[in-house]
């Protein structure tokens, strides 16, 4: 009989590979779900120009008080002056009748409120949400984002394994190539395995070849980080695992705290906050696997905030100010319960869920890697304290965890 397993060391709560989804409670604490559409009224006299995509080509003007039902939001590529003082945001309209119309400044339009929170960003051509990536081979060509599933596989035939993991922050290398970082016992075979956006064939026994997105290219086994070279853009997947919202990455975090609240964006799970840093520089074992310089979160009673399949997963900051806009902690590296619970049951007041998220910086020094930003409105906040993760001492590279 053909051997067919998922990769899934699960005993303290490592948040390995493979295991199939487990029935979460995707709860969407880092962003509240949005309202589906929102009436807006155009305040630009005599009209406002209606374009076929953020700041694209104009395609029609639309009347002083005429309302239009915004759909969902995109960011174009510079602040735009208007009614509404300045945005980057164009709202997708459609008419009375449900047309699809096109694009208008959200800076000439009065929705009563911001925009970002109202609706939920435009999805881009080719994407979806957490837990379907990209289909077929044109990922290559298609930037991929932190949150969202991707598939390893090792061995063929009666000897074949397949594990799933989430995608990290996006990054560029010193040659200007392209990555996302994810955790270090996601890579299977080792450096040069393939990921996939999904699974395909025999009953979704295999995976999608046509659905290769890219390949491992370094990895660090003590500090659980990986690096994947594949086309990549500066968000995050955020909300729970049927949305399409997303975040945009804004920098590193810098100068966290004892006692400061993250949030983490899984696959599997969803995306969580007020998760609590309770100790840096940790070197926990899970699994029988020794890591180092992690950083410990707690989560809260009534919450599973990863379980397997959510490793690599971004770790971030709200910025308090430009909800829309994260900083970034690092990646999901495992999780566990001490009281006797499964790695992925929700935490209680007397057995707690601590997650363990390995330090971004490290890994952009180790590799020489720059964090990608969205790159506009992203200066320090006047009153808000700056951000930085914790330096971790120098690692050794060992052999992978065992799987």
């Not at 955790?183 to 299977?188: D, E, K, Q, R, T």
């Not at 390995?358 to 200066?379: C, E, F, V, Y």
Request: glycine share 12%; net charge negative; with cysteine.
């Amino acid at each position: 009989m053909r051997r067919h397993r998922f990769i899934a060391p699960v005993g303290v709560g490592l948040l390995m590979l493979g295991a199939a989804a487990a029935g979460m409670n995707s709860i969407p604490v880092a962003a509240a779900d949005p309202v589906k559409t929102v009436p807006a009224t155009v305040m630009a006299s005599p009209y406002a120009n209606i374009r076929d995509d953020a700041q694209g080509a104009i395609v029609g003007q639309a009347a002083r008080d005429a309302v239009y039902t915004v759909a969902c939001y995109e960011i174009g590529p510079d602040q735009v002056e208007g009614w509404g003082g300045s945005s980057p945001y164009w709202d997708k309209v459609t008419d009375a009748s449900g047309a699809e119309v096109g694009f208008i400044a959200d800076v000439w339009l009065n929705t009563g409120g911001d925009i970002t929170t109202q609706v939920s960003e435009c999805p881009a051509a080719g994407a979806d949400n957490h837990t379907n990536m990209i289909m077929p081979k044109s990922t290559y060509n298609t930037p991929h984002h932190g949150g969202q599933l991707f598939w390893v596989q090792r061995g063929s035939g009666l000897a074949y394994e397949k594990g799933r993991c989430t995608t990290g922050f996006a990054v560029s290398g010193a040659d200007n190539r392209s990555y996302l970082l994810t955790a270090g016992h996601c890579v299977l075979s080792g450096i040069g395995d393939k990921v996939y956006a999904k699974e395909g064939g025999w009953f979704n026994w295999f995976l999608d070849e046509s659905s290769e997105f890219g390949s491992f290219t370094a990895k660090d086994s003590d500090t659980d980080t990986a690096l994947v070279e594949a086309l990549s853009s500066p968000q995050i997947a955020d909300g729970p695992t049927d949305s399409r919202f997303t975040k945009h990455v804004a920098g590193v975090a810098r100068d966290l705290h004892l006692g400061q609240t993250l949030c983490v964006s899984g696959a599997v799970s969803g995306a969580h906050c007020a998760l609590e840093i309770v100790k840096f520089n940790d070197d926990p074992e899970l699994e029988g696997v020794k890591f180092k310089g992690m950083i410990k979160v707690k989560v809260p009673v009534g919450v599973s905030a990863a379980c397997k399949g959510d490793s690599g997963g971004p770790a971030f900051v709200l910025d308090p100010v430009q909800p829309q806009l994260v900083l970034a902690v690092g990646t999901i590296t495992g999780g566990a319960h001490y009281g006797g619970k499964a790695a992925c049951d929700a935490s209680t007041a007397d057995d707690p869920q601590y997650l363990y998220i390995s330090p971004i910086q490290p890994a952009l020094d180790r590799w020489k890697l720059s964090l990608k930003t969205t790159g506009w409105n992203t200066a320090p906040v006047p009153g808000t304290p700056t951000l930085t993760t914790v330096a971790l001492p120098n690692t050794r590279t060992r052999p992978a965890a065992k799987l």
